[in-house]
C-alpha cells in the first residue's frame, strides 16, 4: 500500500493567527501519539480519522490558492517524515514558506531544512499555549533562529 495513502488529514482551513505575517493553508493530520492532556485536536489522535493527504490533491489545493496564502502549516505529521518532507518540497517549490507545529521538543534535520518555521514543545495547561509568556513552546523562524513567541501574546 503507497504511503500517502496513510497520512491522514482531519482538517483543511486557511489561517491567519497560526504563522505571524502570513495567510496560510493548515492541514491537521491525523494519528498523533503523543495524546496531550487539554489537546485542542484528540479527534485526530487515531490514525484513520478524515482523508489522505496526497500529493495530488495536495497540489490542487496550492494551485487553487495560488497568489491568496504565502505559507503552509502542517499541524503536525512529523511521524511520517517520508510523506511531510514531499509535501513541504512541493510548497517550497511553489515559492510558499512552510511551517510544522509539533508537540515534540524537536524534529529530524531532514524535516528542519525545509520548513520556514517551527513549532515545538507539548501542550501544558498550566502553562498555556503559545498566546502565555508562561508556556513552555517555543515558535522559531528557523531561516534566522529567531524565537518569535512575542508575536502571539496579546497586547
Not at 495567510?23 to 491537521?28: M, P, R
Not at 498555556?128 to 508556556?135: A, K, N, R, Y
Request: aromatic share 10%; proline share 3%.
Amino acid at each position: 500500500m503507497d504511503s500517502f495513502v496513510r497520512m491522514m488529514f482531519s482538517n483543511e482551513n486557511i489561517v491567519w493567527q497560526e504563522v505571524p505575517g502570513h495567510v496560510s493553508l493548515a492541514f491537521t493530520i491525523s494519528g498523533c501519539s503523543l495524546r496531550c492532556s487539554g489537546c485542542h485536536s484528540a479527534e485526530t489522535w487515531l490514525n484513520h480519522v478524515g482523508q489522505p493527504l496526497t500529493p495530488a490533491y495536495f497540489q490542487q489545493r496550492l494551485e487553487l490558492y495560488r497568489g491568496l496564502i504565502t505559507c503552509v502549516a502542517f499541524m503536525g505529521g512529523e511521524w511520517h517524515e517520508s510523506v511531510l518532507c514531499e509535501l513541504l518540497d512541493l510548497a517550497r517549490s511553489e515559492g510558499l514558506h512552510t511551517c510544522l507545529y509539533t508537540g515534540e521538543e524537536d524534529v529530524s534535520q531532514a524535516i528542519k531544512q525545509r520548513l520556514t518555521f517551527l513549532k515545538t514543545g507539548p501542550y501544558c495547561a498550566d502553562l498555556g499555549g503559545l498566546d502565555s509568556p508562561t508556556t513552555n513552546q517555543r515558535f522559531v523562524d528557523l531561516t534566522n533562529n529567531q524565537l518569535m513567541n512575542h508575536r502571539f501574546l496579546k497586547r
